[in-house]
């Protein structure tokens, strides 16, 4: 496993430039073990990013890579999957970069359910740029840009995915980093717009600040307040307000939108004949 | 629907930039409506899945800039349209273009502006803008069609020109040019020169998609084409890495300009009317060059040794062509719907040796015949 992992790395691109303790790399060895698992082509698989600490996953990736602008990846993805339809295209954003920035660009791409597989880092913070709320910070959390504590509510990722017409919808933590792997591949398989939201810890620009500890005791809270789906099922709202539901969230079916427009294609070329 | 070509037919302006375009291969187009550019998304979105091309709007066009050097970087010749305001919205993206050498074309219809101003009215306001619109030190080719049948020629250079040099290459039209209609006759589709871009001639493993051949270039290979590598707007060393070697980035920047700037004589180009024994010279584009052209002809008539020089390629600005024609005549006029955007250039091209004269109009209203004769009639006594 480990070796798949190596194998799929530039070598020549490491170290990484993330801070000890961050969860990006354990993100980033899922989303490998699970290309190998799906058996993807390296020569037909592309990784998109945006910009932010999680967006720099891509440059290590021994596949076609496009680190794009901040926000925009999912639009650059677009533009690829459209152009060549049998590209896996796999899109890596942080939880900035996919719901505030580029929030228009995510609701759009789930409600064409392009054939994109997107995985979201959400560390509830802006970690390139020092740590400024993000979308999903939490309420009463500390951050740069919030030094009296946060006084705005938080997205629900997944919520926002599937009200926008994603077809597959999971999320794991980077403790559950098998479960993640997982979820990689359920929804790569999905014909149309899967998002994976994966929980990972920056203790270096929201844990310290937050006084949430090293990357260790962040990961030791997400084994701590994660529910399965089967669990959460029996628990009350109340129950559920501090709880991360992990698992498989949501799953549909509806036209994938290149697929669609390839039988647009092939029904005029029948009609000119 | 096209007709055949060699057919005279009557034409919109930006039908012709659709014409171009599939001419040229395009078969990629990302767009999101904007008067007064919309006829171009809506033939595209009629015409490019007849050709198993792909059309798409986006949700903003700062999402059809992205999806466009998205589908470039996937092997598709790639366009897309706006105007003023998007444009501006745009511009981040084309920055990226720049950097990461990834053909695509813009075609800005220009409006008056600023914000949404005048949406249907024309105005020539966005010259600065293409040349300077997105951050940092970047080079940039811009072309300047003055008739529908231009519209079509300049689209395939446009496209040409990406291809070949890896660069953002944008249509600067106006109004006029995008809404008037013509007659037309289009060369058929063998007579269109069709460049395609450099591939790599090496095996992947030799591949390094940033080291450029001697013209400047890197050759290109498209994702999904067995090269894999990395692209970014960050910079980057010959492999695509990014780095901060000070080194790297001054000449990562100096060769993007020297690809475009080594190759002029092929880039520029101007169109001279009556020049050979002008005494006096009108600098018009776009629309503009319609009425100089007939203001040159009747200051001819009337005893006035009148030319006009038009630029074709606005960026790079033809600045060896007005110094030229600084030494010949006594004054420039330069006629053009802003307040004086290109005259900046051309007076610093000119150098003090001739008399340089604006006219300037920014009411959304043409500027006439008669207001260009008007200031070739004045030269000045001691220019
Ligand atoms: C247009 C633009 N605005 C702002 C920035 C600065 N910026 C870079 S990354 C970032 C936020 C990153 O946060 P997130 O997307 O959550 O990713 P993380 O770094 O936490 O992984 C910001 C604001 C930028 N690069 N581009
Ligand atoms: S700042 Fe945070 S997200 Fe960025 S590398 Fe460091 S720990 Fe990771």
């Given amino acids: ?273 | 629907m096209s007709g055949p070509a060699g057919v005279a037919r009557l034409m919109q302006g930006n039908e012709a930039v659709v014409e171009g375009a599939l001419a040229a291969g395009v078969r990629f187009f990302a767009g999101y409506p904007i008067t007064p550019s919309t006829e171009i998304a809506e033939l595209m979105a009629e015409r490019l899945p007849l050709v198993g091309g792909k059309f798409i709007q986006m949700e903003d066009e700062i999402a059809s800039m992205a999806a466009v050097i998205g589908a470039s970087l996937a092997g598709l010749k790639a366009l897309t349209a706006t105007s003023g305001p998007g444009f501006s919205l745009k511009q981040e993206n084309i920055g990226y273009a720049a950097m990461a050498e990834i053909p695509c074309v813009i075609v800005n219809v220009q409006r008056w502006g600023p914000s949404t101003g005048i949406p249907t009215a024309p105005a020539q306001g966005d010259v600065m803008q293409a040349r300077w619109g997105t951050h940092g030190d970047h080079p940039v080719i811009a072309l300047c069609p003055s008739s529908v049948r231009e519209a079509f020629d300049l689209t395939v250079r446009a496209v040409n020109l990406a291809e070949k040099y890896r660069v953002p290459v944008i249509l600067l039209m106006d109004e006029v040019v995008g809404h008037m209609r013509e007659r037309v006759v289009l060369p058929p589709p063998e007579e269109v020169e069709v460049v395609e871009r450099k591939k790599p001639r090496v095996p992947p493993g030799d591949y390094y998609p940033y080291r450029p051949d001697e013209d400047g270039v890197p050759p290109m290979a498209n994702f999904g084409d067995g090269y894999r590598y990395h692209v970014t707007g960050l910079v980057h060393d010959e492999k695509g890495n990014p780095t901060t070697d000070p080194r790297v980035a001054e000449e990562l920047l100096l060769r993007l300009h020297r690809k475009i700037y080594d190759h002029l004589d092929d880039i520029l180009s101007v169109e001279r009317y009556m020049l050979e024994d002008a005494e006096v010279a009108v600098v018009a584009y776009g629309a503009v060059a319609r009425a100089a052209r007939r203001a040159v002809k009747e200051a001819r008539a009337a005893g006035i040794n009148a030319g006009l020089l038009r630029p074709v390629t606005i960026w790079p600005f033809p600045e060896r062509e007005v110094a030229e024609l600084a030494q010949r005549v006594r004054l420039v006029v330069v006629a053009e719907m802003n307040l004086g955007q290109l005259r900046l250039e051309v007076e610093r091209a000119v150098g003090g040796r001739a008399a340089v004269k604006g006219i300037h109009r920014v009411s959304g209203e043409l500027i006439t015949v008669e207001e260009i004769l008007a200031a070739l009639r004045e030269v000045p006594e001691h220019a």
């Avoid at chain 1, 203790?203 to 005791?217: F, W």
């Fill in chain 1, 1 to 273: 496993m480990l070796n798949q992992v190596v194998s799929s790395l530039r070598q020549e691109r490491l170290p990484h430039i993330w801070c000890p303790g961050c969860g990006n790399g354990i993100v980033l060895s899922a989303l490998v073990k699970a290309i190998h698992e799906l058996g993807c082509d390296p020569d037909k698989t592309v990784v998109v990013s945006g910009i932010g600490c999680s967006s720099r996953a891509a440059g290590y990736l021994d596949f076609n890579t496009l680190h794009t602008t901040h926000g925009r990846a999912l639009a650059f993805a677009t533009g690829i999957k459209l152009a060549r339809p049998e590209l896996t295209v796999f899109v890596l954003m942080g939880d900035g970069d996919a719901t505030a920035i580029g929030g228009n660009h995510f609701i759009h791409a789930a409600r064409r359910n392009i054939d994109l597989t997107a995985v979201i880092f959400n560390n509830s913070i802006y970690g390139m740029t020092g740590g400024q709320y993000s979308p999903l910070t939490p309420v009463q959390k500390r951050t740069t840009t919030a030094p009296y504590g946060h006084l705005e509510r938080a997205f629900d990722i997944a919520e926002l995915a599937r009200g926008a017409g994603a077809t597959y919808v999971a999320r794991a933590t980077t403790y559950h980093a098998g479960l993640l792997k997982n979820l990689i591949v359920a929804g790569a398989r999905n014909k149309g717009f899967s998002v994976i939201e994966a929980i990972t810890a920056c203790p270096t620009a929201y844990g310290r600040r937050n006084k949430l500890g090293n990357g260790l005791q962040m990961l030791l809270w997400q084994r701590d307040h994660a529910v399965t789906v089967k669990q959460a099922a029996k628990m009350s709202p109340e129950e559920l307000r501090d709880k991360i539901v992990i698992g498989e969230l949501y799953r549909a079916e509806a036209p994938e939108f290149t697929a669609t427009y390839e039988e647009l294609v092939a029904r005029l070329a029948q009609k000119e004949k």
